[in-house]
């Protein structure tokens, strides 16, 4: 019994709460995972708690410190002069990559379709806390004020980690490859064979999906991001195949894959910007066989229904409406050299 | 001190949630993940047996939304699991009290299974469960820890007058 101002107020009881709550939390989950409509109230809490999260990443940031101290001058200094051995090389092949990038400019330019845009890129720290058991995650301490958005890519040094998942004031979640929840769509980079890559919720391996025992895949391949789906850029290391399994009771094939990225390194991550024309995947994969079907710069890999205009070649810059296939060819007009489809040789 | 009996009583039980928090995100190697205790489950557990009058489902409801938040998961997955449990030992706390400290720590199993599992299935409807058993082994793992975590929470509540 509750008195206020002698009113007599019975406190509902433990079922009645506990229903209540129920399906509060009923409607907050159906609230967060169909619609956005909590994403400010979520972004308010996240401030509100975030120094229990900051609590919980000291151990690993005096440690971190202690380490630094520990090592001293002497590891320092291999340190520095390994990096300063690795450098020279780094820079040569950045030369190189500058030679390649301007040749596939040109060679891009010749097929009428956008070269290549160089992206903008962001190293951001980390804050090491726990993610949910089994979830792949990370916090990042960069938010809304630093231009990140929801579905941007993230990686290191070695490949493809993750993309962000929520954008929130001062921090942002990213969610790894690896996570329960996430698939990317890869390609072998030896020859083109297209798949998509699950993330397990295993810390170190990603599955791939819905392969044919006929697939030209084999151990070793690595498997590049394949830039369908607008998400992730095209090219960017994932996984190498790690284990094939041919179960012939299974209609697919059995394939886990080692990511290449450092998943487990908890310093740094790199945040990209992915400019619309890089986005795009190249014109042809090597798997459609397909007699010379680069030679149609507009028509994307798959659909063979558009090859009979073969005179048209020229043309088709422009007739965007009718294909949705054509629509990231499209969309970065002010990058496509205006004249090129015009100066292409009729084949 | 000069706080009145309720007022220090909630602060030492905000105090004991907050630890749990603090060590249920505290960042332990990847392998760890499946004995890690659920340490705010647990907590509620012992304050829902001790003083159901103080804590109960709003209390379990209230640490479980500060855990999605804190986890990134969807709001209310946690605050409904936590809420649950807080029902059943508010529901039973009189026999809890009574068993015998082993007998306990098997309830407490029960409890966080029953709260993984909830957790496990509201995963599976949002298409981002773990291909993985290890869902069940932080109970037992909770199991083991009880009979320590009891005596802990005892003295707390002894030394802390809390009521």
């Known amino acids: 019994m509750l008195q206020i101002h002698g009113w007599q107020i019975r406190l509902p009881s433990n079922l009645t709460r506990f229903v209540l709550f129920a399906l509060l939390s009923v409607s907050l989950m159906l609230l967060d995972a169909r619609g956005h409509q909590l994403e400010r109230i979520r972004a308010g809490l996240t401030v509100l708690f975030a120094p229990i999260q900051l609590v919980a990443a000291i151990p690993i940031r005096v440690g971190g410190w202690v380490v630094d101290f520990v090592r001293g001058d002497r590891a320092l200094q291999e340190e520095a002069e390994r990096l300063r051995a690795e450098r020279p090389i780094l820079m040569a092949k950045l030369e190189r990559y500058d030679a390649l990038e301007a040749e596939n400019a040109h060679l891009r330019e010749l097929l009428g379709t956008s070269a290549l845009v160089a992206e903008k890129a962001v190293a951001a720290e980390l804050l090491e806390v726990a993610s949910e058991p089994f979830r792949r995650t990370l916090i990042i301490a960069k938010g809304a004020k630093d231009d990140l958005y929801v579905g941007q890519p993230v990686i290191d040094a070695y490949g493809i980690r993750g993309q962000v998942s929520e954008v929130g004031v001062l921090q942002s979640k990213v969610i790894l490859i690896t996570d329960p929840g996430h698939a990317i769509p890869v390609q072998v980079n030896r020859n083109g064979l297209r798949a998509i890559a699950f993330g397990t919720g295993a810390p170190d391996s990603v599955s791939i999906r819905y392969l044919t025992a006929s697939a030209d895949i084999k151990v070793g391949d690595l498997l590049v991001s394949s830039g369908i789906g607008g998400g992730f850029p095209f090219g960017y290391p994932v996984a190498r195949v790690a284990k094939i399994v041919n179960n012939p009771n299974e209609s697919f094939l059995d394939i886990s894959a080692t990511p290449v990225a450092q998943l487990s390194n908890n310093r740094e991550v790199m945040l990209i910007w992915p400019t619309k024309a890089a986005l795009t995947p190249p014109p042809k994969p090597a798997e459609d066989k397909k007699p010379a079907p680069a030679k149609k710069p507009v028509v994307k890999p798959a659909p063979e229904v558009k090859k009979p205009v073969e005179s048209a070649a020229p043309k088709p810059a422009t007739p965007a409406p009718a294909t949705p296939e054509a629509q990231p060819k499209v969309t970065p007009p002010a990058i496509e050299p205006a004249g090129t489809p015009a100066a292409m040789p009729t084949p | ?163």
């Open chain 2, 1 to 163: 001190m000069s706080l009145s009996v309720g007022a220090r009583s909630r602060l030492i039980i905000a105090g004991t949630f907050l630890v749990a928090l603090v060590l249920t995100i505290l960042p332990w190697p990847v392998w760890t993940e499946q004995f890690r205790p659920s340490w705010v489950a647990l907590v509620l557990v012992y304050w829902c047996m001790a003083i159901p009058g103080r804590v109960g489902v709003g209390t379990g409801w209230t640490a479980g939304i500060i855990l999605d938040v804190l986890y990134g998961s969807t709001l209310g997955e946690n605050a409904l699991a936590l809420a649950l449990i807080a029902f059943l030992t508010v529901r039973f706390h009189l026999q809890l009290r009574m068993f015998p400290r082993w007998q306990q720590a098997v309830v407490v199993l029960l409890l966080v299974a029953a709260n993984n599992l909830l957790l496990l299935w509201i995963k599976h409807l949002s298409g981002q469960a773990p291909a993985t058993w290890g869902y069940l082994t932080p109970s037992i793992v909770s199991m083991l820890i009880w009979p320590w975590l009891f005596v802990i929470l005892r003295d707390i509540r002894r030394h802390g007058n809390v009521s």
